[in-house]
């Protein structure tokens, strides 16, 4: 799988830690987040990887910041992108299996390496089940329509 991986100042340290666990999962990463500086602006990032996963350029995405709430509120504003944090085994598998989660955010204040890289492997191994959950993410994307968003590619 190709991911994108992006983090502000406050996710820089669990997104190196990440890099190297996805790449030795044998996963392509693609990493678009250096913060510049100690104040990198988590919309910058968040747009980036966002934008490249609307646009079928890369299969998944994963952002960091501190608390991963700001990256998902920038990620969820492009068309076809589901984003969300997840924060332990039942919310990385659900958001999966109900949600087809495209975008994972994390939080690097709160959470350990340990756990990202658990998080992370579930969320990738993981299908999204379909059927009813297939018609409720239609209606997102009608919802995303209605109000102004172009298809999704
Ligand atoms: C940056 O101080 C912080 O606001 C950011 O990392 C993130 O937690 C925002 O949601």
């Not at 100042?9 to 666990?21: C, F, T, V």
């Not at 490249?52 to 068309?79: W, Y």
Request: charged letters at 30%; a negative charge.
């Amino acid at each position: 799988m190709r991911i994108a991986v992006g983090s502000d100042h406050r996710g820089d340290h669990l997104r190196l830690k990440l890099i190297d666990h996805l790449r030795r999962l044998g996963e392509e990463v693609v990493d678009l987040g250096v913060p510049a500086n100690d104040d990198t602006d988590y919309p910058d990032v968040a747009e980036t990887v966002a934008r490249q996963v609307s646009r079928h350029e890369v299969d998944r995405g994963i952002l960091i910041c501190g608390t991963g709430l700001g990256m998902c509120i920038v990620a969820n504003k492009f068309p076809g992108v589901r984003a969300a944090p997840c924060f332990d085994d039942i919310t990385a598998e659900l958001s999966r299996r109900h949600n087809d989660l495209n975008v994972l955010c994390l939080s690097g204040d709160v959470m350990g390496e340990k756990l990202a890289d658990r998080i992370v492997e579930i969320w990738l191994r993981t299908p999204f089940e379909g059927g009813r959950h297939a018609r409720r993410l239609q209606k997102v994307a009608a919802i995303e329509q209605r109000n102004g968003a172009p298809p999704a590619a």
